[in-house]
Every structure is written in structure tokens, then in C-alpha cells.
Nanobody, 123 residues
Framework: QVHMVESGGGLVQFGGSLRLSCTVS????????VGWFRQAPGKKRVFVAG????????YYSDSVKGRFTISKDNADDKVDLQMNSLKPEDTAVYYC????????????????WGQGTQVTVSS
């Protein structure tokens, strides 16, 4: 069983930065790929960024490329999402999720989910 807990959400102004952290614990941390998803009010949950189990390959949605950076630290059991140049459209509840081996851009295959952390970007 893998447990994932997000932290670091909050309120920022347009152009600001925020760093989200996903603390991962459990017996399957090894070979665990992690994705960040977000769900804005009235919208479906969508993929934001992902990272392979070994921290090698990373993936980003077009809307956040160049602004967000995902990183994985197995030693610290943590996956971070550094968010820069934030826009109001980034306002959402952000979730981290885990799946075996390779991060994908869809929810399918992600078996482990955090409870989410709210990010609000004011205009």
C-alpha cells in the first residue's frame, strides 16, 4: 500500500511561485512513477506533470511546460512540483498520484492518490 500526501498549496498572485510536495510512503515506493493532476472548479481532473520511477523521464502538459518542474527524491520519499509564473488558470486542487514504472498522462493506471491541496492564483 502506497500513501501519498500533498502539501504546499495556497494563495498566490499572478506571476508568483509555489512549490507543492508529495510525500510518498509505503512498500512500493521503489519503481513508483508519480503524476501530478489538477481539477479546477467545474472541470474534469487533468494531467499536469509526471516523472518516471527513477526520476529520469519527465512529462508536462502543454499548459505548464516551461513554468512547472517536477522532481523526485527517493531518498526523501518526496515528489515536488515547482510552479512558477502562475496564472489564474492554474487555480485548482492539485493531486499527486502513483502508478508502476512509467508515468502516463491519463488517470488510468494510477492506483494511489493523495487527498489534494488547493492552489489559488489571483488575477
Amino acid at each position: 500500500q502506497v500513501h501519498m500526501v500533498e502539501s504546499g498549496g495556497g494563495l498566490v498572485q499572478f506571476g508568483g511561485s509555489l512549490r507543492l510536495s508529495c510525500t510518498v510512503s509505503g512498500r512500493t515506493l521503489r519503481h513508483l512513477a508519480v503524476g501530478w493532476f489538477r481539477q479546477a472548479p467545474g472541470k474534469k481532473r487533468v494531467f499536469v506533470a509526471g516523472i518516471e520511477w527513477n526520476g529520469g523521464q519527465t512529462y508536462y502538459s502543454d499548459s505548464v511546460k516551461g513554468r512547472f518542474t517536477i522532481s523526485k527524491d527517493n531518498a526523501d520519499d518526496k515528489v515536488d512540483l515547482q510552479m512558477n509564473s502562475l496564472k489564474p488558470e492554474d487555480t485548482a486542487v492539485y493531486y499527486c498520484a502513483g502508478r508502476p514504472w512509467v508515468a502516463t498522462t491519463s488517470e488510468g493506471g494510477y492506483d494511489y492518490w493523495g487527498q489534494g491541496t488547493q492552489v489559488t492564483v489571483s488575477s
